[in-house]
Each structure stands twice: as C-alpha cells, then as structure tokens.
C-alpha cells in the first residue's frame, strides 16, 4: 500500500529549501497517445539519426537486478527547459503569473517577429538579441557631471551591468531582471569578460527518454495528381527566384569578360552550389537539379531507402518512455544574494533562503505547467500519462516522501513566496523592461528575412 502524498505548501517549501533535502524530483510514465507498441518519432540530428544509448535500467520483478536495455532521448534538457519557458511566457501572457521579463519589442520595424522576451531567447539575459538592444532614455551623467537621459546599449545600463556582474557570491542582478536563469541555467559567454562571464548551472533538469526501444523503416511516396514527368524538365531559375522551362528565360551563366557563355542556372542548388546546363549541348538531358521534383512536382516512387541507398529511419516502438525532472536545492543554496540594505533585524541567510524559495517556487510553477499542457512533442509523438503527475521530496535517505502539487497550487506557494522575498528587502519588480532593438539588429533580421525569401537564407 502506497504512501499517502503530503500537500506542499510555502511553508514546507521554505523549511526544506533552508534545510538539508537534496532534491523535489518529479517521475511520470509515459506511453504513445495512440497506445502501448505504437510507433513514435524521436528528434532527428546531424545526419538523420537519433539519440540512442545502451542503459541499464532496474528489474521491477527482481528486487536489486538490472538490465540493459537500448534507449533513446525523445525531448532533451535543452528542449524540456523551453517548454517551461514556454509555460511560464503563457502564464504571463495570460494572466496568472507575475514574474520579472525584459523584452525586445520590435513593433512594426521587420516582419513576422514583434517582440523577444528574455523567456522566449535562447541565451536568456544573456543573449545577443538583448545585447544589441537599447534601453531608451536613462538617466547618466555627460562628460561634465550634468545629469542627462540619453538611450543605453543595455549591457551598459545599470540593469545590463548587475546581470554581468552577477556570480555566486552575488546573485542578486539575476535574481530581480531574469529570475527563471538562476534555475534553468545561463553563461554570458558573449560578454566583456568572455569565457569567465556570469555562469550558472541548471538547477531544474528535465528530459523525456524512450525505454527498451526498437527502430522502424519510414517508407516516402507521392502520387502526383497531373502526373508531371521527369523528362518535362529541366527547370530553369528566373532572376525572381521562380522557375522557367524556357532557358532564354532563365539566369544566363557569363565569362569573366561579362559575355554571356551559353549555359543556364538550374532551379536547385546542389551541395549549396549553383549548376549549370547548356540546354543546346546537353539537349535531352534533365539533371538533378532541373528535374521537376526540384520544385516538389512530379511523382515520388515509394521507397524505404534514399536517394544514396541508406535505409530510411522511421520511428520506434518501445515499452514506454519516462519523463523525470530533477530540482537540485544543493545548487539552490550554492547562490547568495546580498542587498544595499537590509530590515532591522533580518540577517543575510533570511535574505538568501527566502530568494532561493522564490526561485524553487519559481521552478515548480513553470514545471507544473509544462506538464499540464500535454506531452505533444512533435508530428507523431504525442504521449500520455499512465498516472497522476507523482512529486517526491528527497530528505530522508531511502525513503522519498509523495508530494502533491498542480500548477494552481505551486503559483499560490509562488504568490507567498515572493510576498516574503519583498519583506525581507529582495528586489522584485514584475514591470516588464521594454528594449528597443539596434538599428543593426533590425538591419540584420531584414536582411535575413529577405534572403530566406530568395530562397539563400541557411
């Protein structure tokens, strides 16, 4: 008969982040939306393959035995923490939560982006979209000590620099501009002091891993309704990016004298290089990179291999997939948070427990939200619990206590949190800092928007 879980609330929270728990861990099973054996796709890398390892997972039926069995990574830490990203930058948007955000809006200045908050960027505070943004009107002082407001870069500004300088021993610049990166980690590799710039471990890790697995084969086909055959080619580029059959129409290839050499660009680049074809010397032929299937016409034979021979991965079957997230409260207590001035009568480690409190509260929110809004991770791999989301604290050795805790629970344990953190003389403004982007910034994104448009961008 299992445990009874215990409620957290802030006041247990409190105790064990000041305490000596090492850890609030979160475990789910997982199966195929679809059904036990059911096939899910893993993310792809470099070269069409997944990530998979050799792991020696424990037997359920015989107490201290192990196997090993062949595993592979289905959502990363990396991806797991932009979910709670995610999460959090809905709450906000939303409604229920109130954190500290700086966000880059840029307005009506490129196409498609609006704004970039420091959830939404992937180096958090110290990402180079919020390095080259501007933090408008700011009061400084000219060269002969007249005050003046003048726009900042915002690694300049008194925001920009406590987040430089933040470490360790002092992270209290952190702590009241972009909290959530005291948890879900950050490294201002790209900053005035380079490699030995702010640098904080995760202190939240979360991944979803597929157990016991075995791959399958991806067939590819197409049935081209107009039945466009390959001999119809070759396709030739136009100065507008489209295609043309008609080579006079086509980009002419020209000597380095300017004069034109006969030859006309094919539609595709191969190897990001450009091809040409002398549509009089070579009449007949239609190369790769003028078939019509270079621009998705035409009819795809079915086939589990590649152009190349190599057999086309296709997903696996497993006998489930778990979900576990790890909030470290060692790495918690590792940061410090001293402050100009402090409540009579409120001693530094009050200070620092009630700022960790805040940052685990902080953490539980965004986790319990990720997994509250489903576990759909891409095209044909949506998975869905066996069981209740299951909490346990880690205090005792060897015997982990049941926690109960949803998303409305934790941001109430947040709200109080926080309520503590300002009394104690904590920094926390939840206005969000609105940047403007650099010229440059705009100038760049423009231009790579258009050459996306050209079909150029990588």
Not at 103 to 116: L, P
Not at 250 to 274: A, F
Not at 338 to 357: F, G, L, S, Y
């Amino acid at each position: 008969m299992g445990t009874e879980s215990k409620p957290l609330d802030f006041g247990e929270l409190k105790r064990v982040v000041a305490g000596r728990a090492t850890a609030i861990r979160c475990r789910t099973i997982l199966q195929p939306a679809a059904g036990p054996g059911t096939k899910v796709f893993p993310p792809t890398y470099a070269g069409g393959v997944y990530a998979t390892e050799q792991r020696r997972i424990p037997v359920p039926e015989k107490p201290g035995q192990t196997r090993v069995v062949e595993c592979v990574l289905l959502d990363s830490v990396q991806s797991q923490a932009n979910r709670i990203e995610d999460a959090l930058q809905q709450a906000i948007d939303h409604g229920p939560l109130k954190m500290p955000l700086i966000v880059v809006n840029f307005g009506d200045a490129t196409a498609d982006v609006q704004r970039v908050t420091s959830l939404q960027a992937p180096h958090r505070a110290a990402d180079a979209i919020l390095r080259d943004s501007i933090l408008p009107s700011q009061r400084t002082k000219d060269s002969e000590g007249n005050e003046v407001e003048r726009d900042s870069p915002f690694r300049n500004s008194m925001m920009g620099t406590a987040i430089i300088n933040s470490s360790l021993g002092n992270a209290t610049g952190l702590f009241q501009y972009c909290p959530h990166a005291l948890f879900l980690g950050i490294w201002d590799s790209t900053g005035p002091k380079g490699g030995q710039g702010a640098k904080f471990a995760r202190a939240l890790v979360s991944e979803i891993v597929g157990i016991d697995i075995q791959p399958g084969a991806r067939s590819r086909s197409r049935i081209d309704p107009l039945q466009i055959a390959k001999q119809a080619g070759p396709l030739f580029r136009r100065p507008d990016g489209g295609w043309t059959l008609d080579a006079t129409q086509g980009i002419q290839e020209k000597d380095k004298n300017g004069e034109p050499t006969g030859r006309v660009l094919l539609y595709k680049k191969v190897q990001k290089r450009d091809v040409y074809f002398d549509p009089v010397k070579q009449a007949g032929e239609v190369p790769d990179a003028g078939k019509p299937s270079a621009a998705n016409h035409g009819n795809v034979t079915p086939d589990i291999k590649d152009e190349n021979g190599i057999e086309l991965i296709g997903g696996v079957t497993m006998s489930l997939a778990e979900h576990t997230a790890v909030l470290s409260l060692p790495q918690l207590r590792r940061l410090r948070f001293p402050i100009d001035k402090m409540p009579e009568k409120v001693t530094q480690t009050e200070v620092d427990n009630a700022a960790r409190t805040v940052l685990a509260a902080l953490a539980l929110v965004g986790l319990t939200l990720s997994l509250e809004k489903g576990c759909d991770l891409r095209s044909r791999c949506l998975l869905f619990p066996e069981g209740l989301l299951s909490f346990e604290l880690l205090e005792t050795p060897g015997k982990p206590t049941p926690i109960a805790l949803d998303s409305t629970q934790a941001i109430v344990i947040y709200n109080e949190a926080v309520e503590a953190a300002r009394k104690v003389g904590l920094p926390w403004d939840v206005t969000p800092i609105t940047l403007t982007p650099s010229p440059e910034l705009i100038a760049l994104v423009k231009k790579s928007q258009e050459l996306a448009a050209a079909g150029e961008g990588e």
